[in-house]
Nanobody
C-alpha cells in the first residue's frame, strides 16, 4: 500500500512558475517509478514527467525544456518544477507511483493548476 499526497497547485499567470510536491508513504521501498500526469476537461489523462529508482527521467514533448521532475529520497517526495507556464498547461495534475512487482499503480487525489492572465 502506498499513499500519495499532492500539493502546490494554484493560479498563475502565463510565463509564471509553479512547483508541485508529492509525498509518498507506506511501502515506499517497493516503488519502481513515480510520475506526474495531468487531465484537462474533456481530454484523456496524459503523462507529463516520470522518474525511476535509478534516476532516469522522461517527459512529454509538450513540456520538455520547461518542466523538471526531481526527487528527495530522504523525504520520500517527488517534485515537478514548472517554468514558462502556458494556458494549455491548465489541468488537474496527479501524482503516480508504480510498484516493482506487477507494476501496480497508485494515484494521488490531484491538484489543480490554472494558467490564466
Amino acid at each position: 500500500q502506498v499513499q500519495l499526497v499532492e500539493s502546490g497547485g494554484g493560479l498563475v499567470q502565463p510565463g509564471g512558475s509553479l512547483r508541485l510536491s508529492c509525498a509518498a508513504s507506506g511501502s515506499i521501498f517497493s516503488i519502481y517509478a513515480m510520475g506526474w500526469y495531468r487531465q484537462a476537461p474533456g481530454k484523456q489523462r496524459e503523462l507529463v514527467a516520470r522518474i525511476n529508482s535509478g534516476g532516469s527521467t522522461n517527459y512529454a514533448d509538450s513540456v520538455k525544456g520547461r518542466f523538471t521532475i526531481s526527487r528527495d529520497n530522504a523525504k520520500n517526495t517527488v517534485y515537478l518544477q514548472m517554468y514558462s507556464l502556458k494556458p494549455e498547461d491548465t489541468a488537474v495534475y496527479y501524482c503516480n507511483a508504480q510498484m516493482t512487482v506487477g507494476g501496480r499503480n497508485y494515484w494521488g487525489q490531484g491538484t489543480q493548476v490554472t494558467v490564466s492572465p
